[in-house]
C-alpha cells in the first residue's frame, strides 16, 4: 500500500491519533538514533514528548523518572532489548487499577 498522507482517510487517521495523544507524557527508546530522531519529530509525538534514549537502562530510568503515559520503543536498542525493558516497566509500575 502505498501511504498518501493527503487523501482524506489518512487525514482523518492523523487528526484522531494527534487528538488520542493530545495531553500525554511519552517516552521514546529506539536503538537506532536515526530512526529515533526522525520519530520524535513527528508532531503529535514532539509535542508529548518528555524523554527519549537508545539503550534500555537509559529507557528505563527515563520511565522511573518521568512516568510517562505511554512507553514507545524498537525490539533492538543500542544496549538490551525492548521487550525486556516492557517487562522491567510493567514489573516495576503496574498499571493503575480502577
Not at 508532531?43 to 508529548?48: F, G, L, R, T, V
Not at 528505563?60 to 525490539?75: A, G, H, N, W, Y
Amino acid at each position: 500500500m502505498e501511504l498518501r498522507l493527503d487523501s482524506r482517510a489518512n487525514q482523518e487517521a492523523i487528526a484522531q491519533a494527534s487528538e488520542l495523544l493530545k495531553e500525554r507524557r511519552i517516552v521514546v527508546v529506539f536503538g537506532d538514533r536515526l530512526a529515533l530522531v526522525a520519530f520524535v519529530l513527528v508532531d503529535a509525538i514532539a509535542s508529548s514528548l518528555v524523554g527519549a534514549a537508545t539503550t534500555e537502562d537509559e529507557g528505563f530510568e527515563l520511565v522511573l523518572r518521568t512516568q510517562p503515559d505511554l512507553l514507545i520503543c524498537s525490539s533492538d536498542l543500542e544496549s538490551g532489548y525492548g521487550i525486556n525493558l516492557i517487562r522491567r516497566v510493567k514489573a516495576e509500575c503496574p498499571p493503575a487499577s480502577s
